[in-house]
C-alpha cells in the first residue's frame, strides 16, 4: 500500500467571494462571477475540480503516449459537469471529451482512452472520499 498527500490552503481576505489559493509558493484564484456577488477573477471552486481533472487526464494521456512513442500532436481535455441538487441529495455527473492534434489509429485511440480513466485524480473521484473537518488554533 502506498501513500500520498497533498496540501493546499485556500485564504479568503476581504473581497467578497475572491480566494487565493496557494501550493508549493504557487498561487492561483478561486472566485465567483459578478452575477453569484463575486469579482470573476478566477475560476469557480467546481471548475478548479474541473481543470483538476482535465489537466491530470491530459498529463497521463501524454506520459502513456511519450512512453509509446506515439506522436499524438497536442492533448485536448474538454471536462463537463451536470449537477442536479435535490434537497441535501447531490448527485454529479462528469464527462470528459479527449482530442488529439495528430490522426492516430483506432487501436491507439482506444487505448488512449482507456489510460484517461487511469489518471490519478479519476481514480481518486471514482474511488471513497472521506471528509474530515477542524478547527485551527
Do not use: N
Amino acid at each position: 500500500m502506498s501513500s500520498s498527500q497533498r496540501h493546499v490552503k485556500a485564504s479568503l481576505m476581504g473581497e467578497p467571494y475572491r480566494t487565493e489559493i496557494a501550493t508549493r509558493g504557487i498561487t492561483a484564484i478561486a472566485d465567483e462571477p459578478a452575477d453569484h456577488g463575486g469579482t470573476d477573477t478566477g475560476m469557480r471552486p467546481h471548475e478548479l475540480l474541473l481543470g483538476a481533472l482535465a489537466s491530470c487526464t491530459a498529463i497521463t494521456l501524454r506520459m502513456y503516449a511519450d512512453r509509446k512513442g506515439w506522436d499524438t500532436g497536442g492533448i485536448h481535455v474538454e471536462a463537463t459537469l451536470d449537477r442536479t441538487q435535490e434537497g441535501r441529495d447531490v448527485e454529479s455527473r462528469i464527462h470528459l471529451e479527449v482530442s488529439f492534434g495528430k490522426d492516430l489509429t483506432p487501436e491507439q485511440t482506444e487505448r488512449l482512452l482507456q489510460i484517461a480513466g487511469a489518471c490519478p485524480v479519476h481514480r481518486t473521484l471514482e474511488s471513497p472520499i472521506h471528509l474530515t473537518r477542524g478547527l485551527k488554533a
